[in-house]
């Protein structure tokens, strides 16, 4: 018996974090892009402990562990998490597979899928994922919103920005960045508070994709983590005619450039091609 699933990636392209009374009132507001790569899944049952395998290695993976220990597995499963995109990049690795591992074990052992989230939820806020991530992942739009923080299902809530994008491309430089130490910064976070509630407001009155990628390239720039990759990037992107902002919150771009171009601009840098990606997340048990 195994269970199987598929979860997309997510970029952030403006967010405000929030932080609750407790995890599940915590989270952000936010514009991002759902993605046709992310994290495939496969989970099954074991007479061992809990192996966990990240792009066939097995590890910690403190975050997913967490995940399914609050739902009361902590042995007899082994899970595989293939993710398509490079971890700590701004793509929601961590979310991904935290949720696909977690919905493939809710499957194999008859929980409830919401049980699945609500974990997931509870691993990002704690153990220093994202804050918003899993909850544009639960949604079925392409751009969703995030219009209220905190758990799917019960506290946050998303809705459709109403946009597309069909052909992205994602450059991928070296060093990382680490979400958690950014977002444990009183001082930076209160920037991008500032920052995200003007540009949120911004593209709600002009929700185009042009004003998407001009409200995420405000934001980045005012919340000042671009690494000199990013900004030198956007700018050579832009000055072809096309859009391109920051992944939040990684040593990444996004870009609605062809992917040639940028192979051709960018030749030392690590380049995905992907689209927007507007379905639901389905599991698979294969008895």
């Given amino acids: 018996m195994r ?36 994290c495939r899944a496969s989970a099954a049952p074991s007479d061992g402990d809990l192996r966990i395998s ?21 042995e007899g499963f082994d899970i595989s998490l293939i993710h398509e995109l490079p971890i700590e990049q701004g793509f929601a690795t961590s979310a991904s597979g935290t949720y696909a591992a977690s919905l493939c074990v809710a499957e194999l052992t008859g929980k409830d899928p919401g049980l699945a989230a609500e974990a997931s939820h509870y691993a990002e806020c704690t153990c220093g994922g994202g804050l918003g991530d899993l909850l544009a992942i639960c949604s079925t739009y ?8 905190g758990m799917p299902g019960t506290h946050g809530r998303t809705v459709d920005s109403g946009l597309s994008l069909d052909k992205l491309s994602l450059i ?14 009183e001082s930076e976070v209160a920037r991008i508070i500032r920052a995200g509630d003007d540009s949120l407001r ?36 832009r000055s072809l005619g096309y859009h391109a902002g920051m992944s939040m919150l990684g040593n990444s771009v996004y870009s609605d450039a062809p992917v040639q171009n940028v192979r051709d601009l960018f030749p030392n840098a690590r380049i995905f091609e992907s689209a927007s990606y507007g379905r639901p997340v389905e599991v698979i048990r294969k008895e």
């Fill in 172 to 185: 991928v430089f070296e060093d990382p960045l680490n979400t958690g130490s950014v977002l444990s910064d």
């Fill in 202 to 237: 911004a593209f709600r009155k002009d929700p185009t994709v042009d004003r998407l990628f001009e409200e995420s390239n405000r934001f980045s720039e005012e919340v000042g983590l671009q690494s000199p990759e990013v900004t030198d990037a956007i700018g050579a992107i």
């Fill in 54 to 74: 990240i792009n066939g290695e097995t590890c910690e993976a403190p975050i997913t562990r967490s995940a399914l220990e609050f739902m009361g597995v902590r």
């Fill in 142 to 149: 392409g751009v969703p919103i995030r219009e209220a923080p």
């Fill in 3 to 38: 269970a199987e699933t598929f979860v997309p990636g997510h970029i952030s392209c403006i967010f405000r974090p929030v932080r609750g009374s407790d995890f599940r009132e915590t989270g952000s507001l936010g514009l991002g892009i759902r993605l046709d790569l992310g």
